[in-house]
């Protein structure tokens, strides 16, 4: 049981380029998030999915894409990097948000030059 | 406009002591409440919830209280150690909303030796 798996844990991009961070979850949770996390502005979300097939945006979804296809992976697509999205992504999964909390990664840190 | 505010952060507290973290809230409509522990370079770790209709909840050296009249709820550690030197978050999800968790900024414990 590897809990939640997000690669890489590291990326260095220039401004334009687009990318992937993957997560895959092996606990069957239905509800998955997508937060960023910048110094003095806590844990922010970006986008959100309470199953395979359904997503939504969270408070800071301008330049992100998600997608859910399976129950357990749920990639987020950086279009067009700018250096604003220099950041550290978290990505969670949940049985029951309110009664467990989320479940989270180890996280991605992402520099954009 | 924040919902979920930690005031203080940083707080020190000499190990052995009650460590007592603070958290208030602005929207009467959450349903469960939470707290987060954070290392450097690691995903937040799930402690500790409450439900709206409770006002305590206590799991080992852990307890919550909500004080809805005052929009308030704190976390108290007894007796704090050096592992628990950390970042905590204050977390709320909305009612109707098993998803959209909302994370408060965050206080940074720092237990002395």
């Known amino acids: 049981n590897a809990g939640v798996t997000q690669t890489p844990k590291f990326q260095v991009l220039k401004t334009g380029q687009s990318m992937t961070l993957q997560c895959a979850q092996d606990m069957n949770h239905e509800y998955m998030s997508w937060y960023r996390q910048d110094p003095g502005m806590g844990l922010r979300l970006i986008h959100y999915s309470v199953g395979a097939g359904i997503t939504d945006q969270g408070e800071v979804p301008n330049g992100y894409n998600v997608s859910r296809s399976t129950t357990e992976d749920f990639p987020l697509r950086l279009l067009s990097a700018a250096p604003s999205q220099t950041s550290v992504y978290f990505c969670?999964?949940?049985?029951?948000?309110?009664?467990?909390?989320?479940?989270f990664g180890s996280g991605t840190r992402l520099t954009v030059v | 406009d924040q919902q979920v505010k930690q005031n203080s952060p940083s707080l020190s507290v000499q190990e052995g002591r009650i460590s007592i973290l603070n958290c208030d809230y602005t929207n009467s409509m959450f349903d469960y409440f939470l707290w987060y522990k954070k290392y450097p370079a690691e995903g937040p770790t799930f402690l500790i919830s409450?439900?709206?209709?409770?006002d305590k909840n206590e799991d080992g050296r852990f307890t919550v209280f909500l004080n809805k009249s005052a929009k308030h709820l704190s976390l108290h550690i007894v007796p704090s150690q050096p592992g628990d030197s950390a970042v905590y978050f204050c977390?709320?999800?909305?009612?109707?909303?098993?998803?959209?968790?909302?994370f408060g900024k965050g206080t940074r414990l720092h237990i002395l030796p």
């Open positions: 409450i439900s709206s209709i409770k």
């Open positions: 977390a709320a999800l909305p009612m109707n909303r098993d998803d959209k968790i909302i």
């Open positions: 969670a999964s949940s049985y029951s948000p309110g009664r467990f909390g989320y479940t």
